[in-house]
T-cell receptor
Framework: AQSVTQPDIHITVSEGASLELRCNYSYGATPYLFWYVQSPGQGLQLLLKYFSGDTLVQGIKGFEAEFKRSQSSFNLRKPSVHWSDAAEYFCAVGAGGTSYGKLTFGQGTILTVHP | DSGVTQTPKHLITATGQRVTLRCSPRSGDLSVYWYQQSLDQGLQFLIQ???????AKGNILERFSAQQFPDLHSELNLSSLELGDSALYFC????????????FGPGTRLLVL
């Protein structure tokens, strides 16, 4: 069964600082990986996804993530954080086969941005 | 705006009652997924439908059921509600059933008193 671990429950950064949110997954084959963001009281917005190909993927709002098979990781990065990036971030892994479209989510990382 | 709509946005009900949550997928999407988000369990996959047929089941209680109608909208029925069913219920949709990107609706917040 697939699983996702987001080791950091809460991260605080200053506006303008760089950001890296960690995500580790467990899945036997090549995973499909996603990062979603959830603002308070809102739904989940897709930031970026990795299906195959280039291991560095670009997303919306200036975010990028790098798939590292050897480390089973898919960390999310942003070079300069804006106050509007404060939200909760979820990493998710998907698999085909009998699991069809099921996504397994990590527990989320809450990002606080200080001015 | 993802294009996925969910109604109602908020629902307050009592234990033992039954409620129905509704989801309309993005135009052209045939697959619908339901997820539950709670403080203790996080985001959990409940069930998936594709073009009217159930395709996958997750941690869905027997008191919960779902269906997808010919016009592709879906309903999640929750019965014999318990306090622990209080959560945010999300619907997502994708064009096909196998690992397409899932687009999420705004959710229905259910409070059971």
């Amino acid at each position: 069964a697939q699983s996702v671990t987001q080791p950091d429950i809460h991260i605080t950064v200053s506006e303008g600082a760089s950001l890296e949110l960690r995500c580790n997954y467990s899945y036997g084959a090549t995973p499909y990986l996603f990062w979603y963001v959830q603002s308070p009281g809102q739904g989940l917005q897709l930031l970026l996804k990795y299906f195959s190909g280039d291991t560095l993927v670009q997303g919306i709002k200036g975010f990028e993530a790098e798939f590292k098979r050897s480390q089973s990781s898919f960390n999310l990065r942003k070079p300069s954080v804006h106050w509007s990036d404060a939200a909760e971030y979820f990493c998710a892994v998907g698999a085909g086969g009998t699991s069809y479209g099921k996504l397994t989510f990590g527990q989320g990382t809450i990002l606080t941005v200080h001015p | 705006d993802s294009g996925v709509t969910q109604t109602p946005k908020h629902l307050i009900t009592a234990t033992g009652q039954r409620v129905t949550l509704r989801c309309s997928p993005r135009s052209g999407d045939l697959s619908v997924y339901w997820y539950q988000q709670s403080l203790d369990q996080g985001l959990q996959f409940l069930i998936q439908y594709y073009n009217g047929e159930e395709r996958a089941k997750g941690n869905i209680l027997e008191r919960f059921s779902a269906q997808q109608f010919p016009d592709l909208h879906s309903e999640l029925n929750l019965s014999s509600l318990e306090l622990g069913d209080s959560a945010l219920y999300f619907c997502a949709s994708s064009p096909r059933p196998l690992q397409e990107t899932q687009y999420f609706g705004p959710g229905t917040r259910l409070l059971v008193l």
